[in-house]
């Protein structure tokens, strides 16, 4: 079983920056993939960004590409989201997300556990 525990979330002013935390807990396979996603009031859940456990590999959403970057940290078994230059479209619960295949991608129901959210609410 893997349990994670989001961090990191709060009220910031546009082009502003916040630093998401993703701790997990249990056995986490080389295979896994680690996300982040949103959900913003009214809409439904969107891709934000992936990491592998194993390798380099990374993938951003359009919206957030160049303004977001995920990490690592394979030793203290946590995954960061750096958001810079925040947008009020940006507001929203971010969750973190973990995939125990290899081929996992942005979509939602590919990813087996889920963390409870961290609320990200960026002011005009």
Same mark, same amino acid.
């Given at each position: 079983? !893997?349990?994670?525990?989001?961090?990191? @979330?709060?009220?910031?002013?546009?082009?502003? $920056?916040? &630093?998401?935390?993703? #701790?997990? =807990?249990?056995?986490?396979?080389?295979?896994?993939?680690?996300?982040?996603?949103?959900?913003?009031?009214?809409?439904?859940?969107?891709? !934000?960004?992936?990491?592998?456990?194993? @390798?380099?590999?990374?993938?951003?959403?359009? $919206?957030? &590409?160049?303004?977001? #970057?995920? =990490?690592?940290?394979?030793?203290?078994?946590?995954?960061?989201?750096?958001?810079?230059?925040?947008?009020?479209?940006?507001?929203?619960?971010?969750?973190?997300?973990?995939?125990?295949?290899?081929?996992?991608?942005?979509?939602?129901?590919g990813y087996n556990y889920w963390g409870q959210g961290t609320?990200?609410?960026?002011?005009?």
């Amino acid at each position: 079983q !893997v349990q994670l525990v989001e961090s990191g @979330g709060g009220l910031v002013q546009a082009g502003g $920056s916040l &630093k998401l935390s993703c #701790a997990a =807990s249990g056995t986490i396979l080389s295979t896994s993939t680690m996300g982040w996603f949103r959900q913003a009031p009214g809409k439904e859940r969107e891709f !934000v960004a992936y990491i592998k456990w194993s @390798g380099d590999m990374t993938y951003y959403a359009n $919206s957030v &590409k160049g303004r977001f #970057a995920i =990490s690592r940290d394979n030793a203290k078994n946590t995954v960061l989201l750096q958001m810079n230059s925040l947008k009020p479209e940006d507001t929203a619960v971010y969750y973190c997300a973990m995939g125990i295949y290899f081929n996992t991608g942005g979509h939602p129901t590919g990813y087996n556990y889920w963390g409870q959210g961290t609320q990200v609410t960026v002011s005009s």
